[in-house]
């Protein structure tokens, strides 16, 4: 158990809705990463936040967002879904702010299923 | 940006044999090469790490080398068990700063009993 909590475990909904992923990082990281994971794609970095402040984006499509709550929990929001949007979103933690200095905790993961 | 390719993404191997997971990066500055383990229905975890200051490091049945001349590393297992079926991934980054780990695509790893 890494310590990273995500809910929902999965989500299936159709084309156009939105959703919203939750993350709970290990209790002492102020740091949260999304990743998205694809079959054939591997883990695409989407976006960071540290300390409640966007510090790193990736690839993130402008029909997805996120935030970092005081309380440090973190959420997705994928809106106007599209059927390329089915993937396994994970969320990550760590101490630090720089996730190039050392270990990612990551969740179990999201699978999301857009129909 | 860098970018970080993983080969094989599939390996099938016997009990006992040894596995080897090849990466190569692009970015020069990039100096910090984990490896992580995704078991099925798990989030990746992390298993061994190196630093460009170190050519080669093992842990028990695992060991990662590191070519910095040729930005290139490899995981190697040995003896490995069923246990040992997984995706692996490979990433690369730099530290300090606002640098985000740039993983491989994965390379599914399986071992037959």
């Known amino acids: 158990d890494s310590g990273v909590t995500q809910t929902p475990k999965h989500l299936i909904t159709a084309t156009g809705q939105r959703v919203t992923l939750r993350c709970s990082p290990r209790s002492g990281d102020l740091s949260v990463y999304w990743y998205q994971q694809s079959l054939d794609q591997g883990l695409q970095f989407l976006i960071q936040y540290y300390n409640g402040e966007e510090r790193a984006k990736g690839n993130i499509l402008e029909r997805f967002s996120a935030q970092q709550f005081p309380d440090l929990h973190s959420e997705l929001n994928l809106s106007s879904l599209e059927l390329g949007d089915s993937a396994l979103y994970f969320c990550a933690s760590s101490v630090e702010w720089t996730g190039g200095a050392g270990e990612l905790f990551f969740g179990e993961g999201s699978r999301l299923t857009v129909l | 940006g860098e970018n970080v390719e993983q080969h094989p993404s599939t390996l099938s191997v016997q009990e006992g044999d040894s596995a080897v997971i090849k990466c190569t990066y692009s970015?020069?500055?990039?100096?910090?090469f984990p490896w992580y383990k995704q078991e099925l229905g798990k989030g990746p975890q992390l298993i061994i790490d190196?630093?460009?200051?170190?050519g080669e490091k093992k842990d028990q049945r695992i060991a990662v080398t590191l070519n910095k001349t040729a930005k290139h590393f490899s995981l190697h297992i040995t003896e490995t068990q069923p246990e040992d079926s997984a995706v692996y991934f490979c990433a690369a980054s730099i530290t300090g700063g606002s640098y985000i780990p740039t993983f491989g695509r994965g390379t599914s790893l399986i071992v037959h009993p």
């Open positions: 970015d020069s500055a990039s100096n910090y």
């Open positions: 190196i630093r460009s200051n170190v």
